[in-house]
Every structure is written in C-alpha cells, then in structure tokens.
C-alpha cells in the first residue's frame, strides 16, 4: 500500500507517452481512444503534453513510478485547436494504421465516430474561437489511477492539483463526465466537493453523468 503522503505531482512531458498509453489502455479499457491503437495514445498524450492550455498531470510514488495522470484543460476550445494543428496528421494516420490492421476497430469508426469526429475537426480548425477570459470552464478529460494503487490517494492529489490550476487560470468551474453506471466514481467525486450537473452527450457520442466543481466557492 502506498500511503497518500508519499504521492507528489508533476506536469506530463512527452517522454511520458509510451507509459500513459499502457496505462490509458489498462485502466479505460472500455473507452474509444483505448481501442485506437499504442500509436494513436502515445501520439495522443504526447499532443496534451505539447498544449499551453492542457491541464497534464503525473502522480507519482515515492521510487518516482508513475501511478496516475490526470489530463484535461483550462481554454477547451484553444488547448485541442493546438492539439489538432500541431498533432492532427500524426493523430490521423495512426487512426488509419488502427483501422487497417483491425477490421472490427474500422468497422466501429465508421459507424459511430467518422462523421462526428470530422465535423469536430472543421468546427474546431475552421471556426475561430476567442481566448477564453477569466470565468470561463475549464474540464478534467481522463482520470486514470493504477488499479493497485486506487484508494490510496492519487485521484485525489491529482483532482487538488487541477483545482489549483483551474483557480490560477482565474476559472469559475472544472467540469467533467463519468459512466451513468460508474456509482463508485460517482461518489468519489461527491465527496471532494463536485456537484452532479445532470447527463450529457460527450464530443464522441456517448452518454455520461456531468460534474461541475466551482472554484470560487
């Protein structure tokens, strides 16, 4: 057991990728990005380590062993425009490379993510957004903690942190989304002072229960 005192956060770097991916895979086994591929995660995380506007958080132990990251941002809107410019063929061709050595992968990107993914894409890269001022929202993305190291403290750490960050930036609120059936998730974030916010529909499509903790509380 890895007591909660001896966990310290430190920003995701590039270098990170290989060992986010694998844990990406392992903790949210069930979630789209999971089922793209080693390539598109390592690509992907290294895209959230590359933004100004990213919140990208590792928890670590005290033998410097990565045990959970935390990934999200402060200016949505900036932080994956960032992302799609200077990551956006990489991210892509991998996204091919997963398609084309798993049928059943490419089969299930073309009927439920293609047409939302590219229409994401234009709307992001063509439609100009302004800077976000302060009061706006930012989000919590992905929450991942080593299956071994869970209850012990991590989440935690990694939700303060954000917070700090959130607050810093001079925003109002994180939001963020979880399973309508993860009731464990659920309330965990409860007790550290996120308020349900109703479900939603999330950029790919699917369905979860919203979170909103306000900063200026």
Known sequence: MLPAREITIRPLT???????????????????????????????????ADSADAIALVAQGSGGQMIGVLLGAVNPATHYRTMLRRHGLALGFWLLVGAVTDPRFALELLATRLVRYARGVLRILVLRQ??????????????MVRREAQ???????????ARNLGQQAGLDELMLVTSLDGGGAQRFYEHLGWEP?????????????????????
């Open 14 to 48: 590039e270098a990170d990728a290989a060992a986010v991916s694998a844990l990406h895979q392992d903790v949210l086994d069930g979630e789209f990005i999971a089922r793209c591929g080693s390539g598109f995660r390592r690509c992907y995380h290294r895209a959230w």
């Open 130 to 143: 302004p800077g976000q001022a302060g009061g706006a929202a930012g989000e919590v993305t992905h929450l």
């Open 151 to 161: 209850r012990e403290g991590a989440g935690t750490a990694l939700l303060e942190a």
């Open 197 to 217: 916010t109703g479900e939603c529909v999330s950029r790919s499509g699917e369905k979860f229960l919203g979170y909103r903790l306000r900063l200026n509380a």
